[in-house]
């Protein structure tokens, strides 16, 4: 029986019944019971072991319109809404029950924050909840809001609920309920429907990705950690066994080609591996305007500043060979790069396969700029029912080198430790929130010291900026650098490393590069300076042999 009929539901109508209906005792079944008979009583379900292990059987859902699709069971039923849609269970016999239902619905950025509030006040209101536990989970990859609890029933029956907000852009919220025959139970049919929730706009977007890049759509059967159209270019991906893997999309580049996850790619056979080098730093060195200490790495390339007993920052490693260039407008995913610093750091072949396997799953990139330097993090993190940990991993590009700084803390989960509304969770989540800000503050004294930097360019690639006093150029590896150039650059020949002579400034050593035909030009300028990014060079000497 559907009980939201096409084009007649109100969603925030939806949402503030939810509320109401937890608030008076019924939880989010009582509301759906109205269409019913209200002397119905809920019968004991448990989902058979047959589901558990057949959901490559289960059907799906799909909606174009919202972007989003998921699998349920197929003795499961389905009842589409203007901005929602309802799955639910029947257990029928002289009398039609719901024994589980989940509600997805489409909001707004705004709408969807003023409901996680609301629900969070009413919650902490209701004395009747039991286990009330909020935490961080991953959905299609998206760090996601989950809050369930519990409600004993007559008898040693109980109420599951569940409540998900999705945001990042998605904005959906998902309210699951079902009866349950233990209070440990987490039903594992809600876990196995969010885990194939996606969002098919991104698998829209990869699958024309391949077919723009010459491949071809295929389907095989990959580890049941990955969705469709995975990074072919990693390990592990598509190599568990048969009772741990399902039928995904991928990408088929052609031989000698992988797919990315953005696009098909060439695979460099004899490639070296990326050299990982750890550097030790050390904190000895008090700013006594801040009261914190300042830490610089062995090679002095590097330092940043934090109190004296947090220990967040656990390593800071340059990776060589890490093929990036620059990311100064989009920020690739360095996943290559995290597999190079678990491998140095003791991680074995199993190991390196989950990671390899749930880089996408686990955790989400995203782009920083701290100072002038662009930096590409990586944040992962885990929380069980007793404690959270979380990773970060920033990198930066340094001439050609990568610097990876990778921080991990584990934590109390404050709602399981003392539960949500009390007073020592209040101070919980203060303390918390105090860590976190520390850890940004410690971020924005990232810093990069003066790296001195020598080139040669080639003569007939340089463009110049006569106003700005700058020009761009090519070193003889091929790689493009700004240079930029101030009243303090000298500008020179040289010759068996003596100087012999002087240019008149900026001007005149453009020019002369500019109006210059065969042996006349000088025979592969050199550029001196201070790297002030990955591709830009603030030149301190400028000089050509003369031959």
Not at 3 to 15: A, M
Not at 357 to 374: D, F, H, K, M, Q
Not at 419 to 432: A, H, M, R, V, Y
Not at 450 to 471: A, H, L
């Amino acid at each position: 029986m559907p009980f939201i009929t096409k084009g007649k539901t109100n969603w925030k109508l939806l949402v503030i019944v939810i509320i109401l209906a937890i608030l008076v005792g019924g939880g989010v079944l009582g509301w759906q019971w109205l269409e019913f008979k209200k002397e119905m009583k809920i019968p004991e379900f448990k989902l058979s072991e047959k589901i558990k292990d057949e959901t490559v059987n289960w059907k799906t859902y799909r909606n174009e319109e919202y972007g989003f699709e998921f699998k349920y069971p197929s003795n499961w039923e389905i009842a589409e809404g203007e901005k929602a849609v309802t799955l639910f269970q029947e257990k029928k016999g002289l009398e039609k029950t719901i024994v589980g239902t989940m509600n997805v619905i489409k909001t707004t950025e705004e709408d969807l924050g003023e409901a996680l509030s609301k629900y969070r006040e009413s919650l902490k209101k209701n004395e009747e909840l039991i286990d009330l536990t909020e935490r961080q989970i991953l959905v299609d990859g998206i760090t996601t809001t989950e809050i369930y609890f519990k409600r004993q029933m007559e008898g040693n029956k109980w109420i599951f609920n569940s409540l998900v907000f999705i945001s990042s852009g998605k904005d959906i919220m998902i309210d699951f309920m079902r009866d349950t025959i233990s209070r440990e139970e987490y039903p594992s049919a809600f876990a196995q429907i969010l885990s194939t929730f996606k969002f098919i706009e991104n698998e829209t977007a990869k699958e024309q990705a391949c077919i723009n890049f010459g491949g071809t759509v295929t389907t095989v059967s990959c580890c049941k950690s990955v969705g469709d159209f995975p990074n072919s270019c990693l390990t592990g991906a598509c190599g568990c066994s048969p009772d741990d893997s399902h039928q995904v999309k991928t990408c088929d580049c052609g031989e000698g080609k992988c797919f990315d996850g953005e696009k098909c790619v060439g695979i460099q056979e004899g490639e070296e591996e990326n050299n990982v080098i750890s550097l030790a730093f050390s904190c000895n060195t008090k700013d006594e305007r801040t009261g914190w200490y300042i830490c610089k790495t062995e090679d002095n390339q590097f330092e940043f500043q934090k109190p004296n007993d947090f220990s967040w920052i656990k390593n800071i490693d340059v990776i060589t060979n890490c093929k990036y260039e620059t990311f100064q407008e989009e920020c690739p995913k360095f996943n290559d790069l995290i597999l190079a610093f678990e491998k140095e750091h003791g991680c074995n072949e199993s190991c390196l396969k989950a990671w390899s396997s749930n880089l996408s799953s686990w955790g989400a990139w995203s782009r920083v700029i701290v100072g002038e330097t662009p930096f590409c993090v990586y944040k992962t993190c885990d929380c069980g029912a007793g404690s959270c940990g979380c990773e970060f991993f920033h990198t930066a590009i340094r001439g050609g080198d990568c610097y990876m700084i990778h921080s991990l803390y584990s934590r109390v989960n404050c709602s399981t430790a003392y539960g949500i509304g009390t007073e020592d969770f209040t101070k919980c989540e203060e303390s918390q929130n105090k860590d976190d800000k520390t850890f940004q503050d410690i971020i924005s004294t990232f810093k990069f010291t003066e790296e001195k930097i020598s080139i040669r360019i080639y003569s007939g690639k340089v463009t110049f900026n006569i106003q700005d006093k700058s020009f761009e150029a090519e070193d003889l590896t091929g790689r493009r650098f700004l240079v930029i150039t101030d009243n303090s650059t000298k500008f020179y020949r040289k010759a068996d490393d003596k100087i012999i002579g002087w240019y008149n400034g900026f001007s005149d050593f453009a020019n002369i590069m500019q109006n210059c035909y065969g042996v006349s030009c000088p025979l592969e300028p050199t550029v001196e300076g201070i790297l002030q990014s990955d591709t830009t060079i603030k030149a301190t000497d400028i000089y050509s042999f003369v031959q």
